[in-house]
């Protein structure tokens, strides 16, 4: 699906279409505009759009083999950034990586999203509620509020996972977890990687802004990247890490249940063969086969064995409770 949204200046005009042909007629160069590609993995018409728009021919290849994470500083056609984003799906109660690219050039920005990003789809539909001056901000301003889209995302998903390790860590904590819960926790901790990631990106384009030579962000929008964004992906940062500790922490706590239960079970086994350990000596001293044993022509002999290897069964087991060994 290719999404055009025009910015007119009185207006933003919003034109959707499969068809890339149609599309690339609609845009006015005249404007500034923002083409997002959703879901969009037609190689021949990723070149159209990539040729329309004056750019490396390359870029195709960076787009469809997943270049990198961060900022493409080798071609100085365009500001090119591959993201990976975490997301919450709250419905599924699950974590989703969301995967892209972002091209800023002179009056354009394009996303190629392999998963459609809620949070631009969002953004879109404010910006179309409430048109913004871009005369005044130009299109790097949208460039700006995507990145704090994707930061804002971030506080929803970080308050999702404490919210999920608050129940974990009752399980934890109170021992009536499994080797399942363990590995819910570890699938968190792997899930929540591409986090580290992005935050690396984002902290790499900040730095990139701070070039004499970076022409893709005027000076209006860098002094919003240090003013607003700074702040707040050093803070998300400090979450991430306290996050994955508390992970880390809990796993560690998990696995020290599932040792000692392993113990106990150990234990018990161990137990119980030393019990039986007397009694299958007795049956085994009493099943030789030797002529002259003075027990067998003995009428208690049978009643008087059963009785003591029943007693010697009772006295090992009460003896193992007392020492709390079961």
Known sequence: MLILLTFYPDNLEIFTHRDVDTVLKRIDASQNIWLRCVQFRDRTGTAKIIKHFGLDPSRVNMI??????????????????????????????????????????????????????????????????????????????????????????????????????????????????????????????QSTRSGRRNFQSIKSLMAIMDYDDFQWITQ?????????????????????????????????????????KTGERINRLTILSTVFLPITFMSGFYGMNFKYMPELEQPWAYPAVIGVMILIVICSIAYAKKQRWL
Request: with cysteine; proline share 2%.
């Open 220 to 260: 209006p929008v860098k002094e919003l990247f240090k003013e607003e964004l700074v702040h707040q992906v050093d803070k998300l940062w400090q979450e991430y890490q306290a996050l994955r500790a508390w992970m880390s922490e809990l796993m560690e706590i998990q696995r020290d249940n599932i040792a000692s």
């Open 64 to 189: 469809f083999n997943h270049s990198p994470l961060g900022i493409d500083e080798d071609v100085e056609d365009c500001l090119f950034d591959s993201y990976e984003i975490l997301t919450a799906q709250i419905k599924n109660h699950e974590f989703e990586v969301a995967r892209g690219n972002i091209v800023v050039g002179n009056n354009f920005i394009i996303t190629f999203e392999i998963t459609e990003l809620k949070v631009l789809s969002i953004l879109a539909n404010n910006l179309q509620k409430r048109p913004l001056d871009i005369k005044k901000w130009g299109i790097d301003y949208v460039f700006y509020l995507i990145f704090k889209e994707i930061l804002n995302n971030y506080h929803i998903v970080f308050d999702y996972i404490s919210r999920k390790l608050d129940d974990l860590e009752d399980e934890v904590l109170d021992d009536s977890g499994d080797e399942s819960t363990y590995q819910r926790i570890a699938t968190m901790r």
